[in-house]
């Protein structure tokens, strides 16, 4: 676990913890003025249960992540996990931890128009009676142009593919091959800034700075 001190909930009497150690997300929520009192990734199974839809299993694990930490925690917090899944129609596509992987998602992208679901999931601890549960999620759709096997290549060869789901990232090289965009960026990101922050808005306690 790594942390960093910030003042947003403290007259909430709790404190603030990022289900997840991804530096997007870090970085997004710093992008509003919240710094996570703590960082803490939730180690569960995230296989997809047998023919799961790509909406509800990105629910599942967004609120099982925060579930997961929220009970780590003995004293007062409140908890953010989200999780992202890119869907070809009915289809999950992987996180990309080889290249092989990463040039199926893109080939089977390329040229098509493809979904960005990203479930975002707040629990407090059980020892915070202040808070609550809350969920939401936000789908984008995004169209790539066709890649030709040169462009794939050198999307591969840059190296922005690695853990990513469906072998890209929008904030490196593939941006330039999005021909449509429809929704919410940060959502495709990681984690959706403007429904993250109602959600905390909704808590008892300035969590917005």
């Known amino acids: 676990m790594t942390g960093t001190t910030a003042p947003s909930g403290a007259d909430a ?12 997300r870090i970085e997004l929520l710093r992008q509003i003025g919240i710094v996570p009192d ?3 990734p939730a180690d569960i199974d995230e ?18 992540k925060a579930e997961h930490v929220a009970a780590m925690h003995d004293e007062p917090a409140l908890v953010i996990a989200a999780d992202t ?9 992987p996180k990309a931890e080889d290249v092989q992987t990463a040039r ?4 089977l992208l390329s040229g098509r128009r493809h979904t960005v679901y990203t479930a975002v999931s707040i629990r407090p601890s059980a020892t915070w009676k202040d808070g609550r549960a809350s969920n939401r999620l936000v789908a984008s759709t995004i169209t790539f142009s066709r890649l030709t096997p040169m462009q794939i290549d050198a999307l591969l060869e840059a190296g922005d593919w690695n853990g990513k789901a469906g072998g890209y990232a929008i904030q490196g090289h593939a941006a330039a091959f999005v021909r449509f965009l ?6 495709i990101v990681g984690l959706p800034l403007f429904e993250t922050a109602q959600m905390l808005r909704g808590q008892k306690g300035n969590w917005l700075r």
């Open 182 to 187: 429809s929704g919410s960026y940060t959502g």
């Open 47 to 64: 296989t997809p249960r047998r023919e799961e839809l790509p909406r509800p299993y990105a629910q599942r694990l967004a609120a099982r």
């Open 104 to 107: 199926k998602c893109l080939t």
């Open 85 to 93: 899944v890119v869907a070809l129609g009915r289809r999950i596509l």
């Open 13 to 24: 009497g709790a404190r603030l913890v990022l289900a997840s150690a991804s530096p997007r």
């Open 38 to 40: 703590q960082v803490c």
